[in-house]
């Protein structure tokens, strides 16, 4: 993956960042939704983490780039692994069919982003011929 893609990736987190600073200072509306989010990923019943590969898996399924990224770096600082990420964009492609595949590229891409910027190395396409 290329400059390119991670540079989209970046504006998504700085286009982010700036309008949540945004909204928090001049929304009651958005606050009140900040509480919701922050009540609704605490951990319960589900751990914060299983919570955030449901929601990386709806992400992927409704093609929200912003929430894969989200989601995924949530993830990552809960626990998860590599491997239950990539299980999870799985029961999202088996969920969604077709358009999810698009979206769960992707993930792999923010995926990628992320190990890259956590050093844990590169990620691989493994391509395996079918029979």
Not at 3 to 20: L, M, S, T, V
Not at 39 to 51: A, I, P, Q, R
Request: aromatic fraction near 10%; include cysteine.
């Amino acid at each position: 993956m290329g400059n390119k893609e991670f540079g989209k990736i970046e504006d998504i987190i700085k286009e982010r960042k700036y309008a949540h600073d945004f909204f928090l200072k001049n929304s009651k509306v958005y606050r009140s939704f900040v509480e919701l989010e922050q009540k609704t990923f605490s951990d319960g019943e589900l751990k914060k983490k299983y919570k955030e590969l449901i929601a990386l898996g709806i992400s992927i399924i409704i093609n929200c780039e912003s929430c894969i990224e989200w989601h995924i770096n949530e993830a990552l600082k809960s626990g998860a692994s590599f491997e239950e990420i990539i299980e999870t964009i799985e029961v999202s492609i088996e969920m969604g069919g077709g358009p999810a595949t698009v979206a769960s590229r992707f993930a792999l891409k923010v995926l990628d982003y992320y190990k890259s910027k956590k050093s844990l190395g590169q990620l691989k396409l493994i391509n395996k011929k079918k029979e």
